[in-house]
């Protein structure tokens, strides 16, 4: 496995942008996604992308976030606006070697992705 890389995480205030960023390699035309967790609860789906470009958002942030990504550079990116206290985690980029829509790869990552270490976002109100 490569490792995946996060960048870009830190603390705003309620109502600011801020964009993350993953160095994902080999897995840029696959399966890729963002999840974030807190502590004492799940790690959960924030947004996905698939092979086919295809995009999957969780209903808290649909609206505010915007998946995306660079072929050339091999990076995942995760736009974040209007961001609200409860946006704050631990928020961790994933990928699967698989060619699947956003709607799949939620079972995919999740059933046998690789995973970057974390990147801390807080937002304060």
């Known amino acids: 496995q490569v490792p995946l890389v996060e960048s870009g995480g830190g603390s705003v205030q309620a109502g600011e942008s801020l964009r993350v960023s993953c160095s994902v390699s080999?897995?840029?035309?696959?399966?890729m996604g963002w999840f974030r967790q807190v502590p004492g609860k799940e790690r959960e789906e924030v947004a996905l992308?698939?092979?086919?470009?295809?995009?999957r958002y969780a209903d808290s942030v649909k609206g505010r976030f915007t998946i995306s990504k660079d072929n050339a550079k091999n990076t995942l990116y995760l736009d974040m606006s209007s961001l609200k206290p409860e946006d704050t985690a631990m928020y961790y980029c994933a990928a699967r070697i698989i060619f699947a829509g956003a709607q799949d790869c939620r079972a995919y990552i999740r059933q046998g992705g690789t995973w970057g270490q974390g990147t801390q976002v807080t937002v304060s109100s």
């Open positions: 992308i698939g092979s086919d470009g295809s995009t």
């Open positions: 080999i897995y840029i035309r696959y399966c």
